[in-house]
């Protein structure tokens, strides 16, 4: 089956702008998360979402990000006013359910502030 | 407290070889460890898994040995292939809360032919 699905895989955008990062997860997955990878750095949280519940945004690094769930299913983030310490990939994973359930990653958008 | 310290970063093993990679953490709350290997342009993916309450696991190739006193866990590669050449990330999840799976900073491991 389809796993999950990140758009665009490449972002190129100038200093300031706002960019809008878009997740798939796989079909019946109730958690999704967003990570950031800075090149040839570690995996870092910034926000989780399970089912019906309030997502936990303790990951955000600034009020410049956002994201939001549609329905249970389709994620989006968003960085308003883009700065360059913000390039890196923006990595989606979903899971069937809380606790071992294995995450599924996407294979990132890779975004680039000029 | 909610750390997890991996060892080495980096790690060069000849085709054949045994590479290792540890890990370390702190809070004893933790009870499920994964391993998550990632090749360049794709997100990791889940490689094998432990429970604390066994000591070692197998898959394939692929083996977690687990300390629990130590608070340690090791991944080892018997027979290694260039094929095996990517990054692999260990990570530490409270069960009771999925939103805190905590990833160690990550092993980039090279094995030349």
């Known amino acids: 089956g389809a796993g999950v699905s990140q758009s665009p895989s490449n972002k190129v955008t100038e200093k300031g702008k706002d960019v809008e990062l878009r997740c798939d997860p796989i079909?019946?997955?109730?958690?999704l998360y967003w990570y950031r990878q800075s090149l040839g750095q570690g995996l870092e949280f910034l926000i989780y979402?399970?089912?019906?519940?309030?997502?936990?945004k303790s990951g955000l690094p600034s009020d410049r990000f956002s994201a939001e769930r549609t329905g249970g299913s389709v994620s989006t983030l968003t960085i308003q006013r883009t700065q360059q310490e913000d390039s890196a990939v923006y990595l989606c994973?979903?899971?069937?359910?809380?606790?071992?359930?294995?995450?599924?990653f996407g294979n990132g958008t890779r975004l680039t502030v000029t | 407290q909610q750390q997890v310290k991996q060892s080495p970063q980096s790690l060069i093993v000849q085709k054949g070889g045994i590479p290792i990679i540890n890990c370390a953490y702190e809070n004893t709350a933790f009870d499920y460890f994964p391993w998550y290997q990632q090749f360049p342009g794709k997100g990791p993916a889940l490689l094998i898994a432990?429970?604390?309450?066994?000591s070692e696991k197998k898959e394939g190739r692929f083996t977690i040995s687990f300390n629990k006193s130590a608070k340690q866990f090791s991944l080892h590669i018997m027979d290694s292939q260039p094929g095996d050449s990517a990054t692999y990330f260990c990570a530490a999840i409270l069960y009771s809360s999925a939103s805190k799976i905590i990833f160690g900073s990550g092993t980039r491991l090279s094995i030349r032919p």
């Open positions: 994973a979903s899971s069937l359910a809380q606790g071992a359930s294995p995450l599924h």
């Open positions: 079909s019946g997955h109730t958690a």
């Open positions: 432990i429970r604390p309450d066994v």
């Open positions: 979402f399970q089912g019906n519940s309030a997502p936990d």
